[in-house]
């Protein structure tokens, strides 16, 4: 053998034992020629094979259901005989005495004249590729799904709801969204414990999926309040299969409940011209308040809802009812546990509007209504954090500012001057933590009442009531 021929061969059996595939060469009967490294460590084989016939009972070969192959029936030898390419799955007994899932390639030896000579087998260990599959495949589980309904979480909703808009309007098509709640679900914690009550979730979230369609998309948005996605579909038609949902939950015995059946709330809204994917969710979630504040166990359509606003509109709708004179802003009766002060360039009529839409959003109970302000009760469902536990109490004051007033000369572009004020219904924290509680509510206020820190103002000695 020529120099440039032993340095060829050199660099071949180099390759053939330090890439991580196992390699065999085998004769045209199926006899082990060249057994490498990567063989040897995937097997636990080790060169004493050269010379035997490559059979599944060397291997302890499995197919892809994990049931034994008998020397009868080769998949080596069947492959030598059809003289073509083959990949096929296979479980093999490794090196740790474990089963091993692996890409088997076979590639026939063909020389001249069409005569097959033998055949080059190729393993691949893909048990690490599996494994790392699993554990994605887990991650994305923990991401997108409520661990206790099994159904999408409100991360995976929010993700989801954008891509669904944007799909239905390339093609123009209806989409719509429907918002449902059990009623008076705390009854059933406070009756029977929180532990029925994650049972009741569970088979409220069963009921949903046994009647939505496959295309549809459901989701757990918070508590006991869930989301439905109806691709292709009218409001009229989502409310038809709302009220479905609604007469199969109400006619629903619960063994968990003593035979007693729980009832359910829905909001339904479709997509507008002018939607997006938070306007729409805040009308459907707002025919949802409505179906609640309705009796409950009803189906309230977004386009024929009518807000219930009177009591604010009648307390804030006239210039005549706002105080212009700020040391006469109401006192507060309390010390609260935070509070702002806020100069605003909006006119009354604007921030009427806010107020509404905000009382919508946060499902906010209207206490006391008169004379330029607003005292509302808010419960939290962030599960997250303790400070949410209890309602917290908010007053939103307004006065008209008056031109000559101080809070003019620092804000020449405000109109109105806003005060909020929130307090714990139950003191139940600390003063540390209803402060933090109070100061992030206002914060969540203020992004739905468009008022932020550029707008707020110092309360020193000008400006206190």
């Known amino acids: 053998m020529s120099t440039a021929e032993n340095i060829t061969q050199y660099f071949f059996n180099a390759l053939l034992e330090n890439i991580p595939e196992g390699v065999v060469f085998l004769d045209t009967s199926c006899r082990i020629h060249v057994w490498n490294a990567g063989a040897r460590h995937l097997t636990g084989l080790g060169s004493a094979v050269i010379g035997r016939r490559l059979e599944p009972s060397l291997l302890k070969l499995k197919d892809a259901e994990r049931f034994p192959i008998s020397d009868s029936a080769n998949p080596f030898e069947l492959w030598m005989a059809q003289r073509i390419p083959a990949t096929q799955k296979f479980f093999i007994s490794g090196r740790s005495g474990r089963d091993a899932q692996v890409d088997v390639s076979f590639f026939p030896v063909i020389a001249k004249a069409n005569r097959i000579i033998g055949g080059i087998a190729m393993f691949r260990d893909t048990s690490i590729q599996v494994e790392l599959q699993r554990q994605l495949n887990d991650l994305y589980t ?223 109970k209207v206490l006391h209504a008169s004379e330029g302000s607003l005292s509302i009760q808010v419960r939290q469902n962030d599960e997250s954090s303790r400070l949410w536990q209890s309602a917290l109490l908010v007053d939103i004051d307004i006065a008209e500012i008056e031109k000559s007033s101080s809070v003019a000369q620092d804000h020449p572009e405000a109109k109105l001057m806003v005060r909020i004020a929130v307090r714990p219904q139950k003191r139940l924290f600390g003063s540390a933590n209803d402060r933090a509680a109070g100061e992030a509510m206002i914060r969540k206020l203020g992004q739905y009442l468009q008022i932020d820190n550029r707008n707020e103002v110092t309360p020193d000695a000008r400006y206190h009531n």
């Open 142 to 364: 923990i991401a997108t799904i409520d661990p206790l309904t099994q159904v999408a979480n409100r991360a995976e909703f929010e993700r989801i709801l954008g891509e669904y808009i944007e799909a239905h309007r390339a093609v123009g098509l209806h989409c719509s969204i429907i918002v449902c709640d059990i009623d008076f679900f705390k009854k059933i914690n406070d009756n029977f414990g929180h532990h029925i009550g994650d049972q009741a979730l569970i088979r409220f979230a069963s009921m949903l999926k046994q009647v939505i369609r496959p295309h549809d998309f459901i989701a757990r948005f918070g508590g006991e309040e869930f989301v439905i996605l109806c691709a292709n579909c009218a409001e009229g038609t989502a409310a038809q299969r709302a009220d479905d949902i609604r007469k199969v939950v109400e006619s629903t015995p619960l063994a968990i409940l003593y035979g007693k059946s729980i009832t359910a709330s829905f909001g339904v809204a479709e997509l507008l011209p002018d939607d997006d994917a938070t306007s729409l969710f805040v009308r459907a979630d707002q025919a949802l308040l409505q179906a609640k504040n309705s009796g409950r166990n009803c189906v309230i359509r977004a386009s024929t809802m009518k807000p219930d606003t009177d009591a604010i509109s009648k307390s804030v709708n006239t210039k005549a009812e706002i105080h212009t004179d700020l040391a006469q802003m109401r006192p507060l009766p309390y010390q609260p546990a935070a509070f702002k002060l806020f100069a605003i360039p909006t006119i009354l009529p604007i921030f009427i509007e806010r107020m509404k839409s905000t009382v919508f959003e946060f499902k906010a």
